[in-house]
């Protein structure tokens, strides 16, 4: 829905001539393990340096904890720990030391995802760049996403352009469907 | 004059003074556009408020004035007044002296108003006799009514007396009735309230205001419940008359408001939300008086120069603020706290000594306005105790006893929000004092105590707590009764059970599922309950116990924090991370050598005292993946058997339902004022901890839940030790 809304202003601002049919789609671009993951830029709220996460017991392992973000506190999530993307190399290091330090060196930025009832803060290793689609780039069709080895309901839709493919996950809905657990039950 | 009458005083001030700066404004309204029946109907509705309220106080000089403003806007409705330019002239001096006679209560001037009063009444008899000449015994009636005010009672004649206007509006009154009252309910909210509190303050305390409230909607004649017991008595015709009336027109009134008066409705709303909040600690709310009221003034002080009157414009002392309001301004304190501990914090670092003292007179002011913020959410605990007489006298019909309420400490001050959250948990507890507690009358009698029981409910301060006890004189709680119930319920095996001490049998009243009620009744007994009460209390930082004798009764003692927003807490590290336990479970520090430390079965023990207490290794339960391990073998003894056995170590010991524990921590820091905030979804649902806070240094700093570790704790110990038994 939001997405929908969005581009109705996107529309609406669109001045370059370009005359496109299409609506133009802008998402902010980030690398999670080796693939290149998007979001809707009207769930990000900021970006800002990872600060000193402090661990909540009784979690799963990409609850990283929470942090101190401009005088709140909230919940930062590492996705390429839920997605299974960590590569070898960062596993390795992981698996020697458990200190915050080493993952906060490879974890520089947080993008804080702003909801109605809450914020959450994803982990992500360089400054994601902005990144406009039309919105027929988007491939949302079932056949794709089921194939992938993410929740149904992670995916928006996944971008093809040149030689790049962009996953658009929706991170919202992963968690209401529960698709992000916040207690080892 | 007790504190509570004076709190209704100035609550009627404050709305009197709103209703007749209403009045003056309506008043000028209607005189420049005599054809807006809204303002008439408002006028109308306003008078009668006022004296409903004033008739409630017993402000006798207030009641009358209004209600013969009251009656000659019945006739200007019913168009038996002209609204002619005599006529406000009049109503301008009537509304004038009624605004002085409001300034009187505070002044104790003597203020005489006969002179208007004879004057309106005398264009009232001059309307009724023209527009009513058969009805001519009316008139008299009314007016030695209206003069003689108060304590007659009801004239039969006036009664039978057949009323043509009435009469006529009959069957469709029928109909309106029900759809009245709510519109005139939400029209009068503000107001309606204050004449609901005042009836109550002067009606037996038995009859609650929602009995009235539902007559009022069911039945056609419910102000005269209402009015019966207040001081002017009335004829019950017209008030009714008067009621069904205005009715309809205030319904279209509510939907349309004309624009001079959409200001005062928004505002209304605005109360109105407040109300709605406040709902479950009704009569607690703060006085009133609008925010926009400058604005209403600089209104008013136009109309003053137009009328050219020659007077000075009322200020009421009070004001009325929205609940989220002052949680607003307490956030943005609790924000500048944070900050101002951010640059101490920096400042320490760079500079010591005397530069600190530059911060002094920052952090002096800064806690004085933190204080002040939280003063102001303060309210008296009698505001919520005194509903309990109808709690009390519900139940006890129910059970067939009789039981009367003690109320000690009602003046104890304590957060609103406190008592929001612990209200539903202290009417279950007084419930359960007449339920469980209190006998019926005649084994009371055979006990050779009195027929009727007492429940009381006291409240006191004790350091920065709020002591809340609800005690009765009845049964007290048999032990032997809940040992049995105890093995019964497979809490326990019988042989531990029997090794319980009296105090910890009775900690059991609190396990979820527990109920003592040897049967199921209407009032108590379905097994939720004192385990809810006990979460409540612990949810706002508190604690719970009780006492009981047999034969004399019982006694539960809750121990409150009288401001949630700040609490005292002792810091600690635990690795890098800084951690908190709330001070209110803290009982002491101390320092334990390894071999100090004992292991028994599952778990750790200590002396402390002359006790031995349970010890735990916070990093053992921090660190487990899922609160499940803790039955995994030696699950708590990972820790220690890490350490060297010549270590140190911190240990606090936490007291939660006398129970001890002792933590063993990292480092202890320093015990510190706190803001605590609860952590926010979506990791809402994390048990040991209770919220969050961010220290000086912007580092997080976690608050962990000592009751929970303690239920915990008990919990699997009381499960190993029937795993061993089996």
């Given amino acids: 829905m939001e997405l929908e809304t969005h581009n109705e202003v996107l529309k609406k601002s669109e001045t370059n001539g370009n005359a496109v049919t299409d609506e133009k789609i802008l998402l902010i671009v980030f690398k999670l393990g080796e693939s290149e993951y998007a979001l809707s830029i009207d769930q990000i709220k900021e970006v800002v340096l990872t600060p000193r996460i402090s661990e909540i017991p009784q979690t799963p392992p990409y609850i990283k904890g929470v942090a101190n973000i401009r005088g709140t ?74 194939h992938s080895s993410l929740d149904e309901n992670a995916i928006n839709g996944i971008v093809k352009i040149d030689e790049r493919m962009i996953i658009l996950i929706n991170i919202l809905s992963m968690m209401e469907t529960g698709g992000l657990k916040t207690t080892n039950e | ?140 009636d009314t007016n030695e009514k209206i003069k003689g005010t108060t304590q007659e009672p009801v004239v039969p004649e006036t009664e039978s007396q057949p009323e043509p206007e009435p009469e006529k509006a009959n069957e469709p009154q ?35 205001e929602e009995e009235t409230d539902s007559d009022i909607s069911t039945e056609p004649e419910p102000e005269s419940s209402v009015e019966s017991t207040q001081p002017v008595s009335e004829t019950p015709m017209e008030t009714e008359e008067v009621e069904n009336e205005q009715s309809p027109d205030i319904v279209e009134e509510e939907q349309e408001l004309p624009e001079p008066y959409f200001e005062n409705n928004v505002v209304e709303e605005e109360v109105e939300k407040v109300v709605e909040e406040e709902k479950d600690i009704e009569p607690e709310e703060e006085q009133v008086e609008e925010e926009d009221e400058i604005e209403e003034k600089e209104v008013e002080e136009e109309i003053e120069e137009e009328s050219a009157t020659q007077r000075k414009i009322a200020f009421s002392d009070v004001v009325q603020i929205p609940i989220r309001k002052l949680d607003a ?69 129910i059970e067939s006893k009789q039981v009367s309420l003690v109320l000690k400490g009602t003046d104890v001050e304590i957060d609103r929000n406190i008592l929001k959250i612990m209200s539903d948990s202290l009417v279950h507890l007084v419930r359960n004092s007449v339920s469980h507690g209190i006998e019926d009358a005649q084994t009371r009698k055979q ?119 700040v609490k005292g807490a002792l810091l600690f ?71 060297e056995d010549d270590q140190k170590l911190d240990v606090i010991v936490v007291s939660h339902s006398d129970r001890f524990i002792g933590i063993v921590v990292d480092k202890l820091l320093q015990q510190k004022e706190i803001v605590e905030k609860t952590i926010s979804k979506p990791l809402d649902n994390v048990k040991l901890l209770t919220g969050t806070t961010i220290l000086g240094n912007g580092n997080v700093c976690l608050v962990v839940d000592a009751a929970a570790i303690a239920d915990i704790l008990f919990k699997s110990t009381n499960k190993s030790k029937i795993m061993e038994m089996v």
């Fill in chain 1, 73 to 146: 506190v909230i919940s930062i999530i590492d996705l390429e720990a839920r997605f299974g993307l960590k590569s070898k190399k960062e596993k390795a290091v992981v698996d020697e030391s458990n200190s915050v330090e080493e993952e906060e060196e490879s974890s520089n930025y947080t993008l804080v995802i702003e909801s109605d009832e809450y914020k959450i803060g994803i982990l992500v290793k360089e400054v994601p760049n902005t990144f406009s689609v039309n919105r027929s780039e988007i491939d949302s069709s079932a056949g794709i996403i089921r």
């Fill in chain 2, 1 to 140: 004059m007790s504190s509570k009458e004076e709190e209704y005083k100035e609550m009627f001030l404050s709305e009197a003074l709103q209703n007749y700066e209403q009045l003056n404004e309506l008043f000028t309204v209607l005189e420049k556009d005599k054809d807006d029946t809204e303002a008439i109907d408002s006028i109308f509705r306003i008078t009668h408020t006022l004296k409903g309220n004033a008739m409630g106080m017993g402000f006798e000089a207030i009641a009358e004035l209004s209600h013969v403003m009251e009656d000659v806007f019945s006739e200007v409705k019913e168009g038996n007044i002209k609204l002619s330019k005599s006529l406000f002239d009049n109503m301008f001096k009537a509304n004038d002296k009624l605004g002085t006679l409001i300034d009187a209560l505070t002044t104790d001037e003597k203020v005489s108003y006969k002179g208007i009063l004879t004057k309106l009444n005398v264009i009232l008899r001059k309307a009724r006799e023209k527009n009513q000449p058969k009805d001519e015994a009316e008139t008299p």
């Fill in chain 2, 174 to 208: 029928e109909d309106t009735v029900s759809e009245t009252d709510t519109s005139t309910e939400s029209g009068k909210k503000p107001f309606g309230k204050l004449g609901e509190m005042t009836a109550r303050l002067f009606k037996s305390t038995k009859q609650s």
């Fill in chain 2, 329 to 397: 301004l307490m956030n943005q304190v609790e924000q500048l706290i944070i900050e101002r501990d951010r640059l101490m914090a920096i400042s320490d670092i760079d500079i010591n000594g005397r530069s600190n003292s530059d911060f002094t007179s920052l952090q002096r002011i800064t806690s004085d306005l933190q204080y002040s913020v939280m003063d102001v959410r303060l309210v008296q605990i009698g505001f919520l105790f005194k509903k309990f007489h109808r709690v009390i006298r519900d139940v006890a019909s």
């Fill in chain 2, 447 to 565: 006990r050779g105590k009195p027929e009727e029981g007492v429940v009381t409910l006291n409240a006191r301060n004790e350091k920065d707590n709020v002591i809340v006890e609800i005690s009765d004189d009845g049964n007290g709680i048999e032990t032997e009764i809940i040992r049995k119930k105890i093995v019964e319920k497979g809490l326990l095996n019988k042989e531990l059970a029997d090794q319980l001490s009296e105090n910890e049998v009775l900690l059991y009243i609190f396990e979820p599922g527990f109920s003592n009620a040897e049967k199921i009744t209407e009032v108590s007994g379905r097994g939720v309950g004192m385990d809810v009460v006990k979460r409540a209390t612990e949810s706002i930082g508190g604690q719970i116990s009780v006492e009981t004798e047999v034969g004399k009764g019982s006694t539960i003692i809750l121990k409150l924090p009288s401001s949630m927003a």
């Fill in chain 2, 573 to 643: 590290l635990l690795g890098k991370q800084e951690f908190a336990f709330a001070l209110t479970y803290t009982e002491a520090v101390i320092s334990l050598y390894k071999h100090e430390i004992y292991m028994i079965n599952s778990g750790l023990m200590c002396k402390y005292l002359d006790k031995t207490i349970s010890v735990i290794f916070l990093e053992d339960l921090l660190s487990m993946d899922c609160l499940d391990e803790i039955s995994d073998e030696g699950a708590f003894h990972n820790t220690y058997h890490k350490i």
